[in-house]
């Protein structure tokens, strides 16, 4: 992954705020609080410690963590960042919000979050793959295709994912290609998987302006952050007539008020690193874009852009949270009272992880589907998931994410109300 993704300006504890949420969601359902327990914890969180031998000869012992948040409704499912910043609060919050975000979309998937603390940029390619494989091999009684499916997140990448498959399978002794989703094309990765996250931010940036009455062709947008989530997503809304006018990165951003040339500014970065000095352009900050007057704003950088410090400056009437957290729960109250239309993160980027359930089916199935099967899919599954929500929203008279919140917990309590607690 590009760009500097850092959770330093995350609160003390990022999984308290998870809490706050499913226990929020759970008593407007009427949840008992006995089951509300047992769906609030992680059922396992695994700390590993690493030695790897480094370049030069001498030893380094790094920290990994792997989460389940649950296997009520399917494998824990979910993806495996490397960054410095990585603590098991973290994890277990991202696997949480794994959880509900597979409940979300309705695949047959529990939530799982792995990291290893470590800054991949200070590590050699030889080293970070002897810190994948290390890890994996001390995990193969936790991972597998019918129990823990990782995936690429923050600074992991196709490659990392082929060390897994290649670690876990030599361990199996025979190739497992659904041990793991977001895998290079030639060894069993889906078409589609690239796009699939900003597809999803499309999709349901669609199925928002429909629900509103507003046209999405000659709506405006901004968005902050410009690598898998913000990029695709640019492109895709510019196809449907939407007019991107401000894009930020983590050295900058670009303003245009007659609109960007996404696929210009897709090969500029390509070349540049960097939106910054696109032709035709003005700068831009972060803090401008969140208070730019468009229709659509698109967090797809890092967690907690949008604070009770900035919230009431928001002027979108639609915030698509392509980004895992960029929202604290105070910023989300203002939002909600200005009548700011929230795609929740659980739902908006939920087109990523649906793609890798297509990828995990097709390798289990040993048989690829085409581009177009892929998308066609995936567009059923964001758009039933968009109606779903809104349907929930409407009933219980509560924004989008508290929805979302709400039809996740009642499908993954509903199994265990029949499944039974085996105690
Ligand atoms: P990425 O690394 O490809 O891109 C991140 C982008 O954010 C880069 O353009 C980077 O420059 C920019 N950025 C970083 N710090 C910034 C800052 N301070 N200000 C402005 N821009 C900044 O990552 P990605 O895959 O696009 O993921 C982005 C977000 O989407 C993350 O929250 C990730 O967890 C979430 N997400 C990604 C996927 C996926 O499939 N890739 C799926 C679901 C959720």
Not at 242 to 250: G, H
Request: glycine share 10%; hydrophobic share 45%; with cysteine.
């Amino acid at each position: 992954m590009k760009g500097e993704i850092t959770s330093k300006e995350m609160p003390m504890s990022v999984f308290a705020n998870v809490v706050k949420q499913v226990d929020h969601a759970a008593s407007l359902l009427g949840i008992d609080p006995m089951l509300v327990e047992i769906i609030k914890m992680p059922r396992r969180s695994v700390i590993v410690k690493l030695p790897i031998q480094m370049d030069d000869g001498s030893f380094r012992v790094f920290t990994g963590y792997r989460v389940q948040h649950s296997i009520v409704r399917g494998p824990a499912k979910g993806g495996l960042r490397f960054h410095p910043d990585v603590t098991l609060d973290e994890v277990q919050a991202l696997a949480s919000w794994m959880t509900w975000k597979c409940a979300v979309v309705n695949i047959p998937f529990g939530g799982g979050k792995g990291g290893i603390t470590v800054d991949p940029k200070t590590l050699s390619k030889h080293e970070l793959e002897h810190l994948t494989r290390r890890y994996v091999a001390d995990l193969l009684d936790v991972i597998g295709p019918e129990s823990d499916v990782p995936a690429p997140d923050v600074n992991t990448n196709e490659q990392t994912m082929a060390w897994i498959m290649d670690t876990y399978s030599m361990h199996v002794r025979h190739t497992e290609s659904a041990v793991v989703t977001g895998k290079p094309l030639i060894m069993g990765g889906s078409l589609g998987r690239r796009e699939a996250t900003g597809r999803g931010v499309m999709l349901t940036v669609r199925e928002a302006c429909k629900r509103l009455g507003m046209n999405l062709k000659g709506a405006t947008a901004g968005i902050v952050g410009f690598g898998n989530v913000g990029s695709v997503a640019a492109d895709l809304l510019q196809k449907e007539g939407v007019k991107i006018i401000a894009v930020t990165d983590v050295m900058g951003g670009v303003l245009n008020r007659k609109g960007l040339d996404i696929p210009g500014l897709i090969k500029y970065v390509a070349e540049t690193g960097s939106v910054v000095g696109f032709a035709g352009t003005t700068p831009i900050s972060n803090e401008e874009v969140v208070a730019l007057d468009v229709d659509v704003l698109i967090p797809a950088a890092l967690e907690n852009l949008i604070t009770a410090a900035n919230a009431d400056k928001v002027r979108a009437k639609i915030v698509a949270e392509g980004a895992n957290g960029p929202t604290t729960p105070d910023a989300d109250e203002i939002l909600t009272r200005k009548g700011i239309f929230i795609i929740p993160d659980i739902l908006c980027n939920a087109g990523g992880v649906t793609v890798s359930y297509f990828e995990w089916v097709q390798n289990r199935v040993g048989y690829s589907w085409t581009e177009d099967e892929v998308n066609g899919r995936l567009e059923l599954v964001m758009v039933s998931a968009f109606a779903d929500t809104y349907r929930v929203a409407q009933e219980y008279k509560v924004n989008m994410r508290v929805a979302a919140f709400m039809l996740a917990i009642r499908r993954v309590v509903d199994v265990i109300l029949l499944r039974g607690v085996y105690a």
